[in-house]
């Protein structure tokens, strides 16, 4: 039989960094394929590849839909060769309707007008073949629908076009678990009637309820592609992570003390950024929450990991305890044992916070500034720093520049006070972001993937630093999507999932293994014999049949 | 030589003239120079142009600019605009002039009043912009179409004049003696401060600036200090006077203080400003209350050089010039980067231009396309010289 697609040894590079080293894939008419990674695999670049993001040409190997060699050079192209893509971000224009979105780009005309009768009847033909033409109104705009059901008007959409391969990136990421559930009851009635589709998770149960076979990308290759009836879900986190990482350079256990803790947080919740158009009925948990219920407490001197999948909560957890929560939040937190005012960065400053942000360049740097600029940004006040000159609220350049070279040498930091920061490499940049916090150390330093983009040189140095700080005392919090780097770093593991701290591990017993499976909810599929209580936050109860899952 | 250490590996000189100014601000000050020497050489404008009278004349016209343009490059150095400064000016001067002529108020209490009310235009603009988060373009928008309407129902639309005597100081000059001393005061100020601040840069043992840039420097303003010696030789304008001083303590602002290197910041990346504890909406604020008052002053020196005040004309598209001249200097609209040079040359362009136009007796309506010319050509140099830099 003849694959309904077939990837052959994709390679794709971007600058020195080769995000595809030759991976492979088929797809049989018919069936969905999971697509399963951990971050920075490469799965987002082969999504990409297929929706003709990154021309042909720019990735090297074949794509091939039906037998035949197709060449994707633009997102038309892909569109033609029957593959269809579906974000994880919705691409639906909130305020214009069901109708207008389905048929947006295609608007049926009339006398040069838009047929608005003719754009209707097809809106309600296209909804009706796929069996959503009771539940969903065509002439409402799209942002009142729910969440789940604008997902499914995507996929709807790009059915429509006559999709052959329907590749989904994510589909419930930000769906409750009844939405969740309608949407893969959906995908399984769709397979029944001849749908191929390729499906991107992090979540392993999914993945097991209704895919017929895994393909696992590890460091850009295909690792293993696997029959989910006859494997366990840690075969394929064993797939995932595969490397039996170096374990000599770890993290040391801090020693038993006795210090009052610098932070703790005592049932912190985060509240989600509610768009107005949203359901203002649906008031699930995990809804309404960006982070939920999470405790925890640092030492001083202490370095502690978050984390978690993306959309997990680790961001919003470190943006909030430096003032950034937009929609608010509750819960206890105490720095250096009295309560903590977080209400912006500026108090979370004064209060001995310091942020190192995941976005170095949009949130981290001025790009048009010098080095020099950048690092004095927060010590602008400081008489230390500017000498007499503060007080009247002037900028001593001279003192700026002397302290810019403490902190370039103090940090090997390599590009010069008066260039400008933009021109220094990744590793250099983080240095500089870092630097900026160093005039004064803080007492909790949070840092959000702190050397995403980083070549492993200067990440050891920036690792340096960071245990340089916490051995003067410096608690710190980082979140990081990168495992290596967290064993290395890390002397306790907190993981969370949907939002809830679903584990803390010890340095010395946390293996890649056990942090994934925590993560993914792996090992609860694994331990599938209650499976209503096990995950309290989805709430949803598996239908599928245990015993193809028990291990 | 303790601190010797800190240079050795990479003693390259510090940024010099052409990272002071920007070379932007170098070719602003060469269209100024060719356009001068235009006007210089032409047969039809070398009597007329370069006399001391015409050129004084010329500066005086264009301070109200500056002054303006100074608070404007703050404004839009944080990504922002005022499109009220032209009403406002309007409304400032009827302020002025009815409580001189309607209300016979010493010409001191009317300026308090004018600058007080501009402190409530200013911090209004700046709570619309920080506080209800309305987008500057629309905030200052209102205040264009509001504020004329207000001096015009304040006056009851008639024209106010004339000022009272004591007023017209403002308007006035500065005998030649005091102006010398002007000049020579501002000219020894700006040596010494170059001199100090590299003395302490090589007291602390930082990299040195290049000599050459230093005596570029140096010759810039002995170049300047002549020429003004020379404009002003009957006597120097009280609105250039106020304009110089505005400018200087506005490019010391932009430059030296807290408050300019955080609008910087905010211009830059609003949102690392903010993650490293900068006020952003403090610092907006200031923008704005800044720019009011400037813009009050720049209506008292307009009412007292025409003598009176027509609130259904004073500063009309004012608001236009300013940011014509701001953006000539190289101010970039989107943010992040201005010079105070810069603005005073672009004013200084626009204001020779117009001087230009009228010695060649072009009619107004030429004028304003070749006003509108000028501007486009400076943006379209900066948008080219950007892309080049870019790639």
């Known amino acids: 039989m003849t694959a309904a697609l077939e990837l052959l040894r994709i390679e794709k590079s971007f600058g020195g960094v080769r995000a595809l080293r030759g991976a492979s894939m088929a797809v049989q008419p018919g069936e969905i394929m999971g697509l399963c990674g951990e971050n920075g695999a490469g799965k987002s670049t082969l999504l990409k590849v297929l929706a003709g993001v990154h021309s042909f040409g720019s990735y090297t190997g074949d794509v091939i839909v039906g037998g035949r060699v197709r060449k994707l050079f633009r997102p038309v192209d892909a569109r033609q060769a029957g593959i269809a893509v579906v974000h994880q971000e919705l691409m639906l224009v909130p305020e214009l309707s069901v109708a207008q979105n389905l048929l947006l780009g295609r608007e049926p005309s009339r006398f040069g007008l838009v047929d608005e009768a003719r754009l209707e009847s097809n809106a309600r033909a296209d909804l009706a073949r796929f069996g959503f033409a009771e539940q969903i109104d065509v002439t409402k705009p799209v942002g009142e629908l729910g969440i789940g059901l604008q997902q499914i008007l995507e996929i709807v959409r790009a059915l429509s076009l006559d999709a052959k391969i329907l590749v989904l990136d994510e589909p419930t990421a930000a769906l409750t678990g009844q939405e969740a559930n309608l949407l893969l009851g959906w995908l399984k009635s769709l397979r029944a009637s001849g749908t191929t589709c390729i499906y991107v998770s992090h979540r392993l149960d999914e993945v097991f309820e209704i895919c017929d076979r895994v393909t696992v990308l590890r460091d850009g290759r295909t690792a293993a592609t696997l029959v989910t009836s006859e494997v366990t879900p840690s075969r394929i986190v064993a797939e995932m992570v595969g490397r039996n990482i170096d374990l000599q350079t770890r993290a040391a256990p801090l020693g038993a003390r006795s210090e009052p803790p610098m932070l703790t947080l005592q049932g912190f919740h985060v509240n989600r950024v509610m768009n107005h158009t949203e359901h203002k009925a649906d008031d699930a948990d995990e809804r309404r929450f960006v982070v939920a219920d999470v405790s925890l407490s640092l030492q001083p001197g202490e370095i502690v990991a978050v984390c978690g999948a993306m959309g997990s909560g680790r961001t919003a957890l470190l943006s909030s305890l430096f003032g950034c929560a937009r929609a608010g939040f509750s819960g206890q937190v105490t720095l250096d044992g009295k309560p903590a005012q977080l209400d912006s960065p500026i108090a979370a400053i004064r209060q001995g916070l310091a942020f190192v942000p995941e976005d170095r360049k949009g949130r981290g740097l001025v790009l048009g500034m010098s080095v020099a600029e950048n690092l004095a940004l927060t010590s602008l006040a400081s008489r230390e720093v500017m000498g007499n000159g503060a007080r009247l609220g002037l900028v001593d350049d001279v003192g700026e520049a002397r302290f810019a070279e403490r902190q370039i040498r103090a940090l090997r930091i390599r590009g010069e006070a008066g260039v400008e920061v933009s021109t220094l490499s990744g590793g250099n940049q983080q240095k500089v972001v870092l630097g900026k916090w160093l005039a004064r150390p803080p007492k909790v330093l949070l840092l959000d993937e702190p050397t995403r983009g980083v070549d492993v040189g200067a990440r050891e140095e920036i690792y340096a630093i960071l245990e340089g700080l916490a051995q003067r005392g410096v608690a710190i919090l980082f979140a990081s999507s990168d495992l290596v780097e967290v064993l290395r770093l890390a002397q306790r593991i907190i993981v969370l999932r949907h939002g809830r701290s679903v584990g803390e591990l010890n340095a010395v017993d946390a293996t890649e293994n056990s942090i994934v499976e925590l993560s993914t909810g792996a090992s609860s599929v694994g331990a599938a014999a209650h499976p209503a209580s096990n995950d309290p936050i989805r709430g949803r109860a598996p239908s599928h049949s245990s015993s193809s899952l028990r291990v | ?391």
Request: aromatic letters at 6%.
């Open chain 2, 1 to 391: 030589m303790t601190q010797a250490a800190i240079t050795s590996p990479r003693a390259k000189p510090a940024p010099g003239l052409s990272g002071l100014l920007g070379s932007r601000t170098l070719r602003t000050a060469g269209v100024l120079f060719i356009l001068w020497l235009g006007l210089a050489l032409h047969p039809d404008t070398r009597e007329a142009f370069l006399t001391s009278g015409n050129l004084s004349n010329v500066t005086a016209q264009v301070a109200e600019i500056v002054i303006i343009g100074v608070g404007m490059t703050f404004i839009v150095l944080t990504g922002g605009i005022d499109l009220s400064v032209g009403a406002a000016m309007a409304l400032f001067g009827v302020v002025a002039a009815t409580l001189q002529i309607d209300h016979h108020m010493p010409a001191v209490v009317a300026i308090l009043a004018a600058i007080g009310v501009a402190g409530i235009v200013g911090l209004w603009h700046g709570l619309l912009v920080t506080r209800l988060r309305i987008p500057p373009f629309i905030a200052t928008l209102s205040g264009f179409l509001a504020y004329r309407g207000l001096a015009l129902l304040l006056s009851d639309a008639r024209g106010l004049s004339p000022m009272s005597p004591d007023f017209a100081w403002i308007g006035g000059q500065i005998p030649v003696g005091a102006a010398f001393a002007v000049c020579t005061v501002g000219y020894a100020i700006g040596m010494l401060v170059m001199i100090s601040r590299e003395r302490r840069r090589r007291a602390f043992g930082l990299p040195p600036q290049a000599m050459t840039a230093l005596v570029a420097q140096g010759l810039a303003m002995t170049v300047v200090f002549g020429l003004l010696l020379a404009i002003y030789q009957d006597g120097m304008p009280v609105p250039v006077l106020i304009a110089g001083i505005v400018t200087a303590l506005g490019g010391l602002m932009l430059r030296a203080s807290r408050v300019g290197r955080y609008a910087f910041a905010i211009g830059g990346n609003a949102e690392a400003a903010r993650l490293s504890g900068i006020p952003v909406a403090r610092v907006k604020v200031i923008v704005y209350l800044m720019t009011a008052l400037l813009t009050a002053i720049a209506a008292l020196i307009s009412a007292a050089r025409t003598n009176g005040v027509t609130p259904g004309n004073m500063g009309l598209i004012r608001e236009l010039h300013v940011i014509t001249a701001v953006v000539i200097g190289g101010t970039s609209l989107s943010g992040g980067r201005a010079t105070m040079l810069g603005t005073l040359l672009g004013a200084l362009i626009f204001g020779t231009l117009s001087n230009g136009m009228n010695l060649l007796n072009v009619n107004s309506n030429w004028q304003l396309m070749f006003t509108g010319a000028i501007l486009l050509g400076a943006s379209t140099l900066d948008s080219l010289a950007i892309r080049t830099e870019g790639q």
